[in-house]
């Protein structure tokens, strides 16, 4: 009966739907596969429906195993941060922080501001996971986020860490010596552009511009494309494309004379970085500590 079911099988119940794997469960969860296995099978057999579907790859939730585990992971989310809550009550903050982030942002501001508050507090732990896909933090067990303003689901708590910043294109001497610069946007399309791999979508990032209120996105192409911007920075350098990044990235090189900078006039202004997270993680007093650290003084 549903009634005497343990816990335990449930919390092991989403560790095997996340990780899609029994061995990787068992192995999260310090048991033996074999035991982990008999034990979501007593969990079936109680609840009277399957749970999961098991291949010779690893197992996935069924609808029946979809729908339960949409419904207890808020209630362990929730347990887990007041657990947190009530250990973090100690003399002094401590716990892991997980932070999904783009590179920049982490080697320009979450870096440079918490490697400061890390000796202070040699309880806290951080993690910072870089990517540039739309993820959900909370089924993804982020404490928080970071992306541009305009990227922030409504429901979440947002704190701007940077001001606004522009974009810039540019490319090395060497890519110009027998090339014609760029005079507008679509001049591109006859360049050799390093391309970004977005990871939400799979598609390839179209170069945003904007110019006297009106806006263009230009679809590049070249012989280069990663899933993070710091080879694309690397490739220009050494000659091989144009790049796009953030205008401080490119700047410094710009003024030693390593990148020349193209279509300025073009360059867009985005919305500055918002660190993000649910109501919930405000009353940890290790993220309170991070959140004050990466705010933005005006």
């Given at each position: 009966?549903a009634?005497?079911?343990?816990?335990?099988?449930?919390?092991?119940?989403?560790?095997?739907?996340?990780?899609?794997s029994f061995?990787r469960?068992?192995?999260?969860?310090?048991?033996t596969?074999?035991?982990?296995?008999?034990s979501?099978r007593?969990?079936?057999?109680?609840?009277?429906?399957?749970?999961?579907?098991?291949?010779?790859?690893?197992?996935?939730?069924?609808?029946?195993?979809?729908?339960?585990?949409?419904?207890?992971?808020?209630?362990?989310?929730?347990?887990?941060?007041?657990?947190?809550?009530?250990?973090?009550?100690?003399?002094?903050?401590?716990?892991?922080?997980?932070?999904?982030?783009?590179?920049?942002?982490?080697?320009?501001?979450?870096?440079?501001?918490?490697?400061?508050?890390?000796?202070?507090?040699?309880?806290?732990?951080?993690?910072?996971?870089?990517?540039?896909?739309?993820?959900?933090?909370?089924?993804?067990?982020?404490?928080?986020?970071?992306?541009?303003?305009?990227?922030?689901a409504?429901?979440?708590?947002?704190?701007?860490?940077?001001?606004?910043?522009?974009?810039?294109?540019?490319?090395?001497?060497?890519?110009?010596?027998?090339?014609?610069?760029?005079?507008?946007?679509?001049?591109?399309?006859?360049?050799?552009?390093g391309?970004?791999?977005?990871?939400?979508?799979?598609?390839?990032?179209?170069?945003?511009?904007?110019?006297?209120?009106?806006?263009?996105?230009?679809?590049?192409?070249?012989q280069?494309?990663?899933?993070?911007?710091?080879?694309?920075?690397?490739?220009?350098?050494?000659?091989?494309?144009?790049t796009?990044?953030?205008e401080?990235?490119?700047?410094?090189?710009v003024e030693?004379?390593?990148?020349?900078?193209?279509?300025?006039?073009?360059?867009?202004?985005?919305?500055?970085?918002?660190?993000y997270?649910?109501?919930?993680?405000?009353?940890?007093?290790?993220f309170?500590?991070?959140v004050?650290?990466?705010?933005?003084?005006?």
């Amino acid at each position: 009966m549903a009634n005497k079911i343990d816990l335990n099988s449930l919390s092991s119940f989403i560790v095997v739907a996340r990780e899609r794997s029994f061995t990787r469960a068992a192995a999260q969860l310090g048991v033996t596969q074999s035991a982990l296995s008999h034990s979501m099978r007593a969990l079936e057999e109680r609840l009277g429906v399957r749970l999961l579907a098991r291949t010779t790859r690893g197992a996935s939730p069924t609808e029946a195993g979809e729908r339960l585990l949409m419904s207890l992971v808020p209630h362990y989310e929730g347990i887990e941060a007041e657990l947190a809550a009530v250990s973090a009550l100690r003399d002094k903050p401590s716990g892991t922080i997980r932070i999904t982030t783009h590179d920049h942002a982490a080697s320009t501001i979450l870096w440079p501001k918490l490697s400061k508050l890390l000796p202070e507090y040699p309880d806290i732990r951080l993690e910072i996971n870089i990517g540039y896909g739309l993820i959900d933090i909370v089924a993804e067990r982020f404490d928080a986020g970071v992306r541009i303003g305009d990227q922030i689901a409504k429901d979440m708590i947002a704190v701007r860490i940077s001001p606004d910043f522009r974009m810039a294109v540019a490319a090395s001497p060497a890519y110009f010596a027998n090339r014609a610069k760029p005079q507008t946007p679509q001049d591109l399309t006859s360049h050799n552009c390093g391309n970004l791999r977005m990871a939400t979508h799979g598609g390839l990032y179209a170069w945003e511009f904007e110019q006297d209120g009106r806006a263009q996105h230009v679809q590049v192409s070249g012989q280069i494309i990663f899933n993070t911007s710091t080879q694309l920075l690397n490739a220009a350098l050494e000659g091989y494309a144009l790049t796009y990044a953030p205008e401080d990235v490119i700047q410094p090189h710009v003024e030693a004379g390593r990148l020349v900078r193209v279509l300025e006039d073009w360059s867009p202004t985005f919305p500055g970085y918002h660190l993000y997270y649910p109501s919930r993680r405000q009353s940890l007093p290790a993220f309170a500590l991070v959140v004050e650290a990466l705010k933005l003084r005006t």
